[in-house]
């Protein structure tokens, strides 16, 4: 059933109102209107960073990233390599909805010097519907209170494939007057609801005659999945000595309390007339899996800033525990020692005329370890650098702006519990994998005058953890080698013609166990500019994405994990859509058609074993933004 005209009668009658509208905001310019600091194991060694929001139209059509399963809010893989950092500890496993979902170490704390607030709506075929909200406002200086909201769905272009997806984010920070107490804490809830369909039957490449994906036989006829992820943090901490920051040095003490409720249900009403799953251990019928994990954790931490030097470091205690329920219950605890050295410093050229004197330098060096609990040994050392030459006044990156970034990372860690322990109706293991050896370095170097920016990735596995063509997991004895590059060239030619660029290449020494694009391309060509004196700026262009012919992944609904699958390859297929982005202030607006070649190029266009991409279709959306 396609998207009803009253849906996008009322997105448009929205837009056109906003037209004739000098809405209720004024449109501020003060890049210090808004500032964030992400949350972190130490929220007081960072600062609070100017997070402007990004009023240009650039990629404004690129707002819901596409899913490598065909739907918004499904499952997806990652071909790409990409640099990984995560917290030590007891963790279940990692869902495979990184889009989709608010992350903690993505969460931000906000201050404002008034309210500040955006809503976007997004509409398109197959009843896609999508709400965004961001709302912060900050109370004489001392508390801010910040929310952001996030409601989409659709029905897919293919059978029982429905998804529904609420994230929800709250989080406040205090400071009082003399800057001696303070806190930070947050609220987060994330929960997806879908139906697993297992896949189409039949392969449509051999079809060229078909015209309603609808009709199409799926693999599962009665699945669904839920998965819901609840975590609270409350932040309190103190300065220990008196005087203002302008002191030589200044101690702080805080203490974190961190309560997680995640929940995990898979259930299949009609597995005795599928026939999909070879086994069925508890019952032969229906399927009604479910694992529920509840986590505490208790950190204290000292920090100590130089503020003339800007050099601070801190050392940290914290004890986890977890209790899980899988048919069985079972219980984990840690105990953990933190340490963190972290020098930033912004240097302001003297010469009020020359921007190209100004840098900014920060480095941060952790190192995490886990010396008591069930995954005692584990350990992580970890170093990141930026630095930035030809930043503006407030810091920020400029058209002449160079940028230099290195992340290294070394780690132990034990493998998710998916790994060694699993009991559900449709698979069972019990294995006693070891701990996984990590090394990873990650360069890169930005030149905004040219647009052309590069990166390089080195990443070495030592006992690989991946799940094989059953299904199940595996372990490797040799080492596993990962090598990615990066060439990004982005820029407007005579003032009208955008070029976008995006080129990866790709190696791995391992092709059995580790599924990747050898190259993937994303290119755009545009034209840009302002109309009616300069009321309304515009974009108008295409873009195209690609992969190289590689064997993908296959998706294994009852576990919710990608495994390796020798069968079947994904062909080269472009995918083309068209867009037009624009922005009357302070309201940001697109309408894009994506696939465009389906249906000339062949029927190829999936990256998964027996999912495909949706066909031709249609999106329209805004963003509005308020600063009062």
Known sequence: ????????????????????????????????????????????LGDYQIAYPDTGIKNTHNAIARNLLGNLGLPQPDYLFKYKSSPLGFNFYSVPFTADFFQPNQLEYYRTKGPYASLTGIAGAKEEQMLRLIFSHTLKNKLNITMKFNRYGSLGFYLKQQTFINNFFLSTNYTTTNKRFGFYAYFLLNKNKYQENGGIKTDIKQDTNITNTQLLAVNLNGAKRE????????????KLNKGSDSEIVSHFIDYKFNYVVNYYQYKDLNIYYDKYYLNSFLDT????????????????????????????????YQYEYNLMHQFYDSSFSNQHLNSTLYYNKFILSKDSGSINRNKYFSSKLCANSIFFGNNAGDYKIEWNSEFKFGVDANGLTTKKTNVFSINVLSEQRHPDFIYNRWYGNHFRWNNNYVPVNLFQANAGVKNLASGLSFSALYQTYDKYLYFDTLATPQQ?????????????????????????????????????????????????????????????????????????????????????????????????YPFVDVFICARIRPVQFFLRVGNVLQGLTGSNYNYMAHYYQPDRNFQFGLTWLFFD
Do not use: C
Not at 227 to 238: K, R
Not at 533 to 561: C, H, R, S, W
């Open 476 to 572: 490797l004895n040799n080492n596993v080698s990962n090598w990615s590059f990066n060439l990004n060239f982005d820029k407007v030619l005579l003032n009208h013609f955008g070029i976008r660029a995006n080129l990866y290449y790709q190696l791995t020494n391992n092709l059995n166990a580790i599924r990747n694009a050898p190259s993937a391309e994303q290119a755009a060509l545009y034209y840009t500019g302002s109309l009616f004196k300069n009321n309304l700026q515009l974009q108008v262009g295409a873009q195209v994405e690609l992969f190289q012919g590689f064997k993908p992944y296959d998706y294994m609904p009852a576990t919710n994990i990608f495994y390796v699958q020798n069968k079947y390859k994904v062909g080269f």
């Open 285 to 316: 019928l229906k399927t009604n899996d479910s694992t529920h994990l509840q986590q505490f954790l208790n950190q204290i931490n000292y920090t100590i800033k130089f503020n003339k030097t800007g050099l601070r470091a801190s050392l940290g």
């Open 1 to 44: 059933m396609a998207l009803s005209k009253n849906k996008y009668f009322s997105l448009v009658i929205l837009f056109f109102i906003t037209l004739h509208s000098h809405s209720q905001t004024k449109y501020v310019s003060d890049a210090n209107y808004l500032q964030a600091k992400s949350e972190s194991a130490n929220n007081i």
């Open 227 to 238: 998965i819901g992820l609840m975590n609270g943090v409350f932040n309190p901490w103190m």
